[in-house]
């Protein structure tokens, strides 16, 4: 199983990505740089958090028509997985990979803190080392994370089971005060329709060593681990 | 020939800076104002003399990258010159 990180100027949390992806994989991933084309032999590409091209135009607009993103759209094509994190979601959702779109934060603050997500689903390879409805602890680190998309996009990722991680409160219950950035229905993650990509705007990452401050993130990296080397 | 873009968050789409903005002018002691809506102006100079097909090109442009059609919408003008 390899890993590669997509590396897009501006973006400063591909060595936080590359840490979690390491002690949970057990073996270095390979930094991909936005000018790369050449994907062969990696298994998953990780789109981490950062401003890729100082978030100009808009969050992830730029890096979405990067030489990379054709590879990576490819990869996506060809069922392989996907995962994009903070501006990595922006991006996948800026290049057609993921519906929708992340709009400036409701409260208009950048939002720097915790925040509780609940696994809406625990059969994917993202998941399987949670349970279904579990509570997991992730720091969140943006301004433009308000999930938005038409109410029929909506429904049809609620009714085909794409929505990946809501914001709840402690006790896993979703309420206007736990959805911090405003997102249509808590959405905080979604994945697409063979659910292999994965974009969400909290960073699991962060917390994978205890050293960190808790291992909240780890079932992330864990359940891809255990579903690539399978 | 200058053709400018202008991008605006779709009817619906929540517009929070829209909505300070407003806040701010009222707290200037501006009364009376109803919604604020923010958005983007973007001129390009295209390598073209013909009005339609720079407009087009514009289009094609704000359809590609300029705007987002799952959140923004677009309309593209060709400034009079002063």
Redesign the interface.
Known sequence: MRAGIVVFPGINRERDMAIAIESCFGQAPRLVWHHETDLAGLDLLVLPGGFSYGDY??CG?MAA?SPVMGAVAAHARRGGYVLGVCNGFQIL??AGLL???L??????RFLSMDCFLRVERADTVFTSRWAAGEVFRAPMAHGDG?Y???ADTLDRLEGEGRVAFRYVDADGKTSAAANLN?SARAIAGIYSDNARVLGLMPHPEDLVDPLLGGVDGRPLFDSLAAALVA | MKVAVTVMLKDGVLDPQGRAIGQALTTLGFGGIGEVRAGKLIELELAETDPERARARATEMARRLLANPVIESFSVHIPTEA
Do not use: K, Q, S, V
């Open positions: 135009l808009r607009a028509h959702t800026e519906p929708g779109a709009l400036r934060n409701a409260g208009l308000n938005t998309a038409d405003g």
